[in-house]
């Protein structure tokens, strides 16, 4: 059985630095893109960050890049999501991800659908 466990989230204050850690179980995902999707209150669910499983390329949402790394590693079977420069706007349940099998990192940018397994969410609350 797959499981996808968050960690790391919590109340910071605006300008702070958080990093969430996601351990998955189950099976090893050396094939699969992973990274992270946010769901901040009153809006939808977007797309944060992925790492794919091929060369570690990187992709990120414009409202992150440049403050969020996103990173893995496969020995431990665990996704990372370093977040610095915390905004309010950053609020939100934060979901670990894994998308389909020999897809790239990008694949994950076209939202839910592109998503084969979700975390249980972790809160970060960034107050200003």
């Known amino acids: 059985q797959v499981q996808l466990v968050e960690s790391g989230g919590g109340l910071v204050q605006a300008g702070a630095s958080v990093t969430l850690s996601c351990l998955a179980s189950?099976?090893?995902?050396?094939?699969?893109?992973m990274g992270w999707f946010r769901h901040p209150p009153g809006k939808e669910r977007e797309f944060v960050a992925a790492?794919?499983?091929?060369?570690?390329?990187?992709y990120y949402a414009d409202s992150v890049k440049g403050r969020f790394t996103t990173s893995r590693d496969d020995a431990k079977n665990t996704v990372y999501l370093r977040m610095n420069r915390l905004k309010p706007e950053d609020t939100a349940i934060y979901y670990c991800?894994?998308?389909?099998?020999?897809?790239?990192?990008?694949?994950?940018?076209?939202?839910?659908?592109?998503?084969?397994?979700w975390g249980q969410g972790t809160q970060v609350t960034v107050s200003s």
């Open positions: 991800v894994v998308g389909g099998e020999y897809k790239s990192g990008q694949s994950l940018q076209s939202g839910d659908g592109a998503v084969s397994y």
């Open positions: 189950g099976r090893a995902f050396t094939t699969y893109p």
């Open positions: 790492v794919s499983w091929s060369h570690g390329v990187r």
